[in-house]
């Protein structure tokens, strides 16, 4: 059983930054895999980024490469998401979720955080 929280979500403004922290619980993390997924108004629901906990293999998907960050702090039992250069079009709503094994992409997760808010305006 893991639970997750999410936080940092907020209003920014068109080129900002913004950190979404995802806390974990209940798992040993030795075979984790967490994702972030978002959910815009009227779109279905669309995978971010994804790492292993163990291996630190991380995803992307293509719109966010090269302007989000996903990491974490093994200490915290935190996974992160930096997301730089900010567009109108990556407001939605956050989750962070989790599955059991080390494959991050083209699966599917088991456990879902409430999400977080992103709004990003111009």
């Known amino acids: 059983q893991v639970q997750l929280v999410e936080s940092g979500g907020g209003l920014v403004q068109a080129g900002g930054s913004l950190t979404l922290s995802c806390a974990a619980s209940g798992h040993t993390f030795s075979t984790l895999s967490m994702g972030w997924f978002r959910q815009a108004p009227g779109k279905e629901r669309e995978f971010v980024a994804g790492i292993s906990w163990s291996t630190l293999t991380t995803y992307y998907t293509d719109s966010v490469k090269g302007r989000f960050t996903i990491s974490k702090d093994n200490a915290k039992n935190t996974v992160f998401l930096q997301m730089n250069s900010l567009k109108p079009e990556d407001t939605a709503l956050y989750y962070c979720?989790?599955?059991?094994?080390?494959?991050?992409?083209?699966?599917?997760?088991?456990?879902w955080g409430q999400g977080t808010q992103v709004t990003v305006s111009s």
């Open positions: 979720a989790a599955r059991s094994g080390t494959r991050v992409v083209g699966t599917t997760y088991d456990y």
